[in-house]
Structures are given as C-alpha cells and as structure tokens.
C-alpha cells in the first residue's frame, strides 16, 4: 500500500525531530521520492505544495534541481497561489548558469503588463533578483512604463528592479534617466529612497547620466535640508535623527555629484556645515550621518574650514567608546592624511594611544595611520612611539610595525647615527620580522657612513654577543665584524662604553654562530665570509680559522661547501693574493629615496674598475682551474661611466644598461588601471621582468584582486606574489606585482591577462590579450 505524501508542516515537524543525519536524510529522500511521482504524474492543483516542500529541502542544502520545470509551469498558470510559489522558486533554484532562466522571460513580460499589483509584485522582484543581462535588455522598457504607475508599491519595486538592470546592462542608462527626473519630487520613503540609489549607479557607470544629474543638486540639497530642519515621517526617525538612511543615500549622491565640480560643490557647502554642526552623535544613527557628511566633505571642492570641521569630526570620533566608530574614524583619516597632513597631524596623539588597544583590527589601523603621520619634523618622537610599541606588540602586527619604522627611518632620518641605531633597534626586538631588504639596506648604510664604521661594529659586537637567535641581526654583525674586526680589537670608539675585545673572543663568537642550530644556510655563509676577512686583519695564527673553514669544505649546503672550497683555495695556492682579495670594501654609495647632494657628487667621483684589478678577479675564478698563470684573459672592459665598485667573486664591470622601456598601459575600466613597466636585465637579454601595476582613482576600494597571465608555450613564465589585494580608493598604495618572463628564442611576446576584483560591491571578471607590447621587449 503506498504512504501518502506529507503536508508541509508535518515534513518540516518530522525533519527537525529526527535524532540522526541519516533519519534526516531518509525522511528527505523518501519524500523526494513522492515529490518526483507527484511531478511525473501532472497533478495541477497540489504542484504548489509540492514545489514548497521541495523548495524547504532546498534551504537545508539538499539537490532540488529537478523542480526547475516546475517553476516554469507555475508561474504559467493563472491562479495566484501557483504564481506566488512559482516565483519564489524561480529566485531560489534558478539562475544565470542555468538556460531554464530565459524560459520565464515571456512569462514576465505578461505579469508586468497585467496591471495586478501583486502579480506585478512578484515578477519584479523575481527580475531583480535572477534577471541576466539579455532578459534585462528584454524587459527594460515594460520596468520603465512601471516606474510612473500610480502605485507606490509598484513604483518602489520598480525603482529597484531598475537598480539591477544598470548593474547588468550599463548601456540600459539613457532609459532612466527621464524617470529619475520626476520621482525625485516624491513624498514616498521607499520610491525616494530608492531613487536616490539608482541615480547613484546612473551617475558611477555613465559620464552622461553624471553629467544630466548635476543639474539637480539644488533640489537635493532642498530634500536634505528639509530631512534636517523638519524632518521627514516620525515614522522613518531612528533615536531622534530624521530618516538617516535617506540622509546618508543622499549625502552619498551629493558626494559623487560635487567631486570635480566646483558648481555643485559651492551648492552644498552651507548645507554640509549645517549637518555637520547639528547632528547629535550620542546614537549610531547621529554618527552614521556625520561620518557620511565627513567624507562628502573631503571628496568635494570644499572650504578649507570646512575640510578642517571634518577632519575634527573624527578626532572626536576617536574618544567614542563603541569600537566600531573609532575603527571608522582611523579608517577616514588614513584616507585623509595624504591631502590634509597638517589638520590630521593635530590629532597624533590620540591615535598613538589607539595603538594600545587590545582589539587586532584596531591596533592595525592605528599603526598605518601613525606611519603615515611619520614626517621630518615628528620622526624621532614618532619612532620612539612605535618603537616603544614594537616591543609589546602582537606578533601578527610585528612585521608591519618593523617594516614600517625602517621605512620611514630611511625616508626622514635626522642623522646617520640615528638611522643605525633605528635599524639596530628594531632587529634587536623584532629581527625575524623584518622585511628581506633589511640586512642590506643596513650594510650599505654602515659602508657609507666612514666616520661610524668603529661605532657600529662595537654595537653589532656586543648586540651578537647578547643573542644569536635574530638572523638578520646576526648577518649584519658577522658582515661588519668581518669588515671592521681591527676597529672592534682597538676599543677606541668615544661614543661607547670602552669595550676591550681579544681575538680569540671574536673568533669564538663566529664559531658558535656557525655551530648554532638556529643559523640559517646564508647566516653562516656570513660567518665563513667574516672569519676569512678576519684573517688579514688579525695578527695571531690564522690555523685556526683554516680548520674551520676546511670542515664546511664537505657540507651539505652546496653554497657554503662551495665558498669553504674556494677559501681553502686561497689558503693553499694563493696565500700571497690573500690580503689582496680579502681588503675593506670601498665605501658604498646610499641609494635610498632621499640622497642629499654630497652624495650626488661621490657618486659622479666612484671608481671605475682598472686592468689590475680585473685580472686579480679573474685570478680569483680560475682558483679551482689549476695554474692561473696560464689562463688566457680576455682584454680588460671599458670603464662605465658611472662607474662600480669591485664586490668579491663578481665581474670586473656590468655592461652598459639597455635603453629604458617606455611603459604601457592594458587596461582602465571604471577608475581601476592597470600599467606595465618592463625591464630587461643587461646580463640576461632572454629575461623580461614585467611590473603590473594597479591603480584605482575611483571613490570606491577594489578588493579581492587577483591578476593572472598566461604566454604561448614557447616562452616560461614566472608569475610572483603581489603585494596585495586591495586597491585604496582615490590613488591610494597601488598593487605591484612581477613577471619574469623567459624568452629563448626572442620570439614576438603576446600576454593574456585575467583579472578578477570586486569593485562598487560587484565580482568582475575581465580576460583580454595584450599584443601591443614594445618591440624592446623582445627584440
């Protein structure tokens, strides 16, 4: 005897007593099952029923695909109960992916034009809510014809339906326009607001519709005034402030309509003042619309006073005790600081403080704000604030405050002292933080600054001596110990404590670096490097850093195993070269984004490589060839004009750099650009390096950036990390990203990106070749 189907309620009483998944899933399946036979045998009057049960498995995750057909044939049908079901299943089961969805287009189009309110209802939001792009390009103009009915509850569902139609089709704009027009003279909360949103995406996605709606700037400014004096509808006030939604949809139109123009701008000013002034913030509500005002504010040709009230505004904002509010106010400002650093710089107190808070996402802000505050006249009270805070820190947070101080170290240091003792400090508290750079940007800093040579060797000796744990630290220390050991044994420095140090205690320090379980290959390959400079320099017996370096000769770590062999080498055969080879680096030239004129003027004066030199190096490389004397050696390189020094292991002299790749431009679409620069290594004319770059001039962030590229098969491509994935708004820290391209056969190169973001709360997706690139690509 075969069990009848259950009614609705008594399914979703069954489903949720069962006591185990597999009771769920066998009340499910069993029910499917009867749903199935139901469908097969056509029964008109119960499909409804039966599309609703199956529309409840649906929401629990279960398969429901088979009813799509069903939907079709309800909302077909002429009753409205079959309709109301047939919709509802259509939003939930249907969608772009699947063809089925077109099906309904006709279906629509006749509800529409019926003129049965509830009907009408329905397929509005049926379209608004599954509507692809060509059933919106089918059913514009019957949407259009709703959006001036009599109706207030169609008109609203009209309005928004109509928001997500320019969301798919932008080329649909001109269609609305008109409407917009006349349903700004509305009373209705819903059809104002909702209008208010569509002109909106009008104005973001169409140069002409921004243009047309310009014009009407008074009679917005007129709406809000009116929002603010007198209110709206008690009805719609949250807390004592008048309807805020529609306050800040409007706000937020007023925004994109005075940006870069001084017309609409001066229309709102006085307005923008009166908000500002008079909005209570005591409630969410009051600080929602203020917020809003402050970034209207500082996005139009506003006053400067004005700009000022804003930027005050949000240092209020900071004293809020809800968390939220505080976390958006170091948010604006941060967007701020660029174009109003002095009015911000007012309120640098307080956003040190923020630094303490115990919640992450605050913190984080906090400290992005504090280093974009960091300028030439703050720099040492700023950095000893962060400094203070790198100590106690979280450890997420500790990269990017170390990262930070070097930055902005390097970019304002008063002194260079103060610029090492800076670096010390922050790879003695957070040295495996730091970025990959660091241990160099350090060692150039040490090299150029002759008269600080004994200072920091006493310094990074007894820093090594305290703790071998932060590499960074530890290749920074091995490397000056290695270059300056004889200024470390004279214990003259005046600007330290005396420090007396002996030979043996030097090279006992070394040794247990390279014993060290937590030295990393390249640390002791610093270590190895600093002993054989030691040798030249120390006075003593040099067998003990012999029987060191011979027993790294058989490790396991081919770069070490190899520098052991070719210093052993050098212990053997060529004894007399030694003190040759191993002597001081010459000076190094700081090469950091600010480099004052004395410097200009060194750089004009290096020195070039000369033939003794050149032929000492390649000496040097036929170490492991037998007798050096018989070597042939090519006639020595010209000078460069710039000039080079010598570094050890290393070619006499580059040759020349290729001419500059102009830049390109790939793709730009709604504030978002993407640039690529190319460079080609001299030494590797197969190489291309490609830096993509992307901006985003629009007002709104771009997140989730991926870029992807793929070239023929005939070339290799190595796609790096980026350095993010979210673009600022308003020319904010652009993403970089590096392709190294290898072409063998210098073969024309075609590039096929896809980028993938989320831009004005939309996932896009755009696939396109480049094949203009420069013929010095390749060529």
Wanted: hydrophobic share 40%; aromatic share 4%; with cysteine.
């Amino acid at each position: 005897m075969a069990i009848s189907s259950l009614k609705l309620q008594d399914l979703i009483e069954e489903i949720r007593g069962a006591k185990t998944q597999a009771r769920e899933r066998e009340v499910i399946q069993k029910e499917c099952a009867h749903i199935r036979a139901s469908f097969r045998d056509g029964d008109p009057l119960h499909r409804h029923r039966q599309l609703a049960k199956l529309l409840y498995v649906h929401m629990l995750g279960y398969p429901a695909h088979f009813g799509q057909m069903e939907c079709l044939k309800l909302i077909a049908s002429p009753r409205f109960t079959d309709k109301r079901v047939g919709y509802l299943g259509a939003m939930l089961l249907l969608d772009e992916r699947q063809d089925a969805h077109l099906l309904i287009t006709n279906s629509i189009k006749n509800d529409l034009s019926q003129g049965i309110q509830p009907v009408q209802g329905l397929a509005l939001c049926t379209l608004s809510t599954m509507g692809s792009a060509e059933m919106c390009r089918d059913l514009a103009t019957e949407v259009e014809k709703l959006l001036l009915q009599p109706s207030p509850y169609v008109r609203k569902k009209a309005v928004l339906t109509a928001v997500h139609m320019i969301r798919k089709v932008p080329e649909l704009s001109n269609i609305f326009l008109p409407p917009c027009t006349q349903l700004l003279h509305e009373r209705h909360h819903g059809i104002l607001l909702g209008t208010i949103t569509l002109i909106m995406e009008l104005c973001k996605r169409s140069p002409g519709a921004l243009s047309h709606f310009q014009k009407v700037v008074p009679q917005l400014v007129q709406i809000l005034r009116t929002l603010v004096t007198l209110g709206y509808s008690t009805e719609h006030s949250i807390s004592g402030v008048s309807d805020p939604f529609l306050q800040v949809q409007i706000l937020h139109l007023l925004r994109i309509l005075g940006r870069n123009h001084d017309e609409s701008s001066e229309t709102m000013n006085d307005l923008l003042a009166q908000v500002a002034t008079n909005t209570d913030t005591s409630r969410n509500a009051g600080s929602a619309v203020l917020l809003e005002t402050v970034l209207t504010i500082m996005d139009i040709h506003s006053a400067a006073g004005l700009r000022v009230l804003a930027v005050n505004i949000l240092g209020r904002f900071l004293l809020n005790n809800d968390k939220n509010i505080r976390y958006v106010a170091l948010t604006s400002l941060l967007r701020l600081v660029q174009s109003d650093h002095s009015a911000v710089q007012r309120h640098r107190a307080t956003v040190l403080e923020c630094l303490r808070e115990p919640d992450a996402s605050l913190s984080r802000r906090a400290l992005e704000l504090s280093l974009a505050l960091v300028n030439g006249s703050n720099v040492r009270a700023m950095i000893q604030e962060l400094q203070s805070f790198l100590e106690s820190c979280p450890l997420e947070l500790r990269a990017d405050c170390a990262s930070g101080i070097l930055l902005a170290a390097e970019r304002f240091a008063p002194t260079k002292r103060w610029h090492i003792d800076t670096i010390l400090h922050v790879l003695t508290t957070a040295g495996t933080h730091v970025r990959d750079d660091a241990v160099a940007s350090l060692t150039q800093l040490i090299g150029g600054a002759q008269e600080l040579h004994a200072y920091s060797v006493h310094c990074l000796y007894s820093a090594l001596a305290e703790d071998i744990s932060q590499q960074p630290l530890v290749q920074v220390a091995a490397w000056c110990i290695g270059e300056y050991g004889d200024l470390l044994l004279e214990g003259s420095c005046e600007e330290t404590e005396p420090l007396q140090v002996e030979e043996e205690e030097v090279l006992a320090l070394l040794e247990k670096v390279l014993q060290s379980h937590m030295s990393l290959p390249a640390t002791r390959g610093y270590a190895l490097t600093a002993l054989m400079k030691l040798s030249t320099q120390f006075r003593g017996d040099n067998n003990r850093i012999r029987q060191v370096v011979s027993i790294y000769g058989s490790c396991l770590d081919v770069e070490l195993q190899q520098r052991a062999v070719e210093y052993n080498t050098l212990f053997r055969k060529y004894d007399h070269m030694r003190a040759a080879i191993l002597e001081k680096m010459p000076l190094m030239e700081q090469s950091g984004p600010q480099i004052d004129e004395e410097a200009k003027e060194s750089k004009a004066a290096a020195p070039v490589c000369t033939e003794p030199q050149a032929s000492k190096l390649l000496d040097l490389l036929d170490l492991l060839d037998g007798a050096s004397g018989d070597a042939q050696h090519p006639p020595p390189l010209q000078p460069s004009p710039g000039g080079t020094f010598v570094h050890l292991l290393d070619l006499p002299c580059t040759p020349p750099a290729l001419a500059p790749i102009p830049n390109l431009k790939v793709f730009e679409r709604e504030g978002l650009q993407l640039n690529l620069s190319f460079v080609r290594p001299p030494g590797t004319p197969t190489l291309l390096l490609i830096t993509a770059t992307a901006t985003n001039s629009s007002g709104d962030d771009v997140t989730h950036f991926i870029c992807q590229a793929a070239v023929p098969k005939n070339f290799q491509l190595q796609l790096q990390a980026p350095s993010g994935d979210t673009v600022p708004a308003r020319g904010g820290l652009p993403i970089t990203q590096l392709l190294r391209i290898l072409n063998p056969n210098k073969a024309p190169l075609r590039l096929k990106l896809r980028l993938t973001y989320s831009h004005f709360g939309q996932s896009v997706q755009e696939i396109f070749e480049v094949n203009n690139l420069p013929v010095e690509t390749w060529q």
